[in-house]
């Protein structure tokens, strides 16, 4: 059960990181492939997939909610109950809560965005220290 565990871990990790992508794949557009000419194949077929990206981003981010719930009870159960997966759990709901919140609004607040952003890198960050650390 103990591999069970770590790969709903993974799969968590994975889902995450394709919510994250809503921001690296509009940084590349904006740093990147908007600057290639018009008849570019790659610049004609971008937008197809940051659309993809963006329209699902907040399914991206339940779906890392829920498996991570499978995660938690998984590695409690027969793992032990990790005090940096605690804190990255946390980091999580903040996230995904700033996320729901700024999703409903009628119009976005940069702050919020900043909000949700910033408990991004703090998520990166505590997830880095559990899975190296894994305390
Ligand atoms: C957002 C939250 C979390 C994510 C993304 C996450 C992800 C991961 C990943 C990727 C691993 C490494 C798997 C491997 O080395 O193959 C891991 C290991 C582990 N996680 Fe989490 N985790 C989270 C929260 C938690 C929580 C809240 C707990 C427990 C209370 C926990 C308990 C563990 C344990 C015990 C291991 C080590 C398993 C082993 O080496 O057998 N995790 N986690
Ligand atoms: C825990 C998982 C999540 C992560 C890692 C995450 C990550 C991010 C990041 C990095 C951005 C910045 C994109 C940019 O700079 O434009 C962003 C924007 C945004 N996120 Fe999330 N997010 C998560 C969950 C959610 C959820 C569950 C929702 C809504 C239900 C949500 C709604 C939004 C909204 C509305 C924006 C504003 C930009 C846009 O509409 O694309 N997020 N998120």
């Known amino acids: 059960m103990r591999e069970v565990g770590e790969l709903l871990g993974i799969l968590t990790a994975i889902l995450f990181g394709l919510a994250i992508m809503n921001f690296v794949i509009k940084f590349v557009n904006r740093k990147w492939v908007m600057k290639l000419p018009k008849e570019n194949k790659f610049k004609q077929s971008y937008p ?14 339940f779906g890392a909610a829920i498996l991570m719930v499978t ?65």
């Open 48 to 61: 197809a997939l940051m659309k993809f990206l963006i329209k699902n981003h907040r399914f991206f981010g």
């Open 71 to 135: 995660h938690i009870v998984v590695q409690v159960l027969f793992a032990w109950v990790s005090i940096t997966g605690i804190i990255t759990a946390s980091l999580a709901v903040v996230t995904v809560v700033l996320g729901v919140i700024m999703f409903q609004a009628k119009k976005r607040n940069p702050a919020m965005l900043w909000a949700h952003r910033g408990a991004v890198i703090a998520l990166i960050a505590a997830f880095l220290v559990h899975v190296i650390t894994k305390i």
